[in-house]
Antibody, heavy 124, light 111 residues
């Protein structure tokens, strides 16, 4: 079964940086777009960023544009999220999610697998 | 603007059925959506994709008790023979060329 394992979360001060990783297994990683989704304490899901299978195209929510950078290393089956200029409101559980890859009119589709999530806390 | 609207809460009795609704913004009423379940203290789990014609594609090992349907801008998730483990938050998701969107989620209580 598809596995997505996040790492790199923790406590960071406002204005600081953190890099999250998501290691994938049991599917052909390079064939699928991947996303990061976050969930603030007691709140709903918020999409953060996505990247195409080859890594050449990236997408960002307005709330993180210019501060976060998504990337992937297909030789290592690993997805990354570099988070800079962190704010208190970035505190959340961060999930990586696999795109279904179903061929359609848009490059992004729905998520068919999720990681277990990891907590990022931005606080002084 | 692409928006999904869900009722914040729903409840139904053990063994009964419940129908959750996700409404697309009017300009996007032909879009497909996906349903995800999030049990307490767990990560989300994909349930199914629901197309505008009501057809749906379920995820791995999703019980037959879960089904999807559609009417106009509304996409539905019906859960029959409710069990205690169905008590969870349910989110709908849709997508466009460069964006993913989630509804606010519905908290389902099994009485």
């Amino acid at each position: 079964e598809v596995q997505l394992l996040e790492s790199g979360g923790g406590l960071v001060q406002p204005g600081g940086s953190l890099r999250l990783s998501c290691t994938a297994s049991k599917f052909t990683f390079t064939s699928f777009a991947m996303s990061w989704v976050r969930q603030a304490p007691g709140k709903g899901l918020e999409w953060v960023s996505a990247i195409s299978g080859g890594g050449g195209t990236t997408y960002y929510a307005d709330s993180v544009k210019g501060r976060f950078t998504i990337s992937r290393d297909n030789s290592k089956n690993t997805l990354y999220l570099q988070m800079n200029s962190l704010r208190v409101e970035d505190t959340a559980v961060y999930y990586c999610a696999k795109d279904s890859g179903i061929v359609g009119p848009t490059p992004l589709t729905y998520f068919d697998y999720w990681g277990q999530g990891m907590l990022v806390t931005v606080s002084s | 603007q692409l928006v999904l609207t869900q009722s914040p809460s729903a409840s139904a009795s053990l063994g009964a059925s419940v129908k959750l609704t996700c409404t697309l913004s009017s300009a996007h009423n032909n879009y497909a959506i996906a349903w995800h379940q999030q049990q307490p203290e767990k990560g989300p789990r994909y349930l199914m994709k629901v197309n505008n014609d009501g057809s749906h594609i379920k995820g791995d090992a999703i019980p037959d008790r879960f089904s999807g349907s559609s009417s106009g801008a509304d996409r539905y998730l019906t859960i029959s023979s409710l069990q205690s483990e169905d008590e969870a938050d349910y989110y709908c998701q849709t997508w466009d060329s460069d964006i993913q969107v989630f509804g606010g989620g519905t908290k389902l209580t099994v009485l």
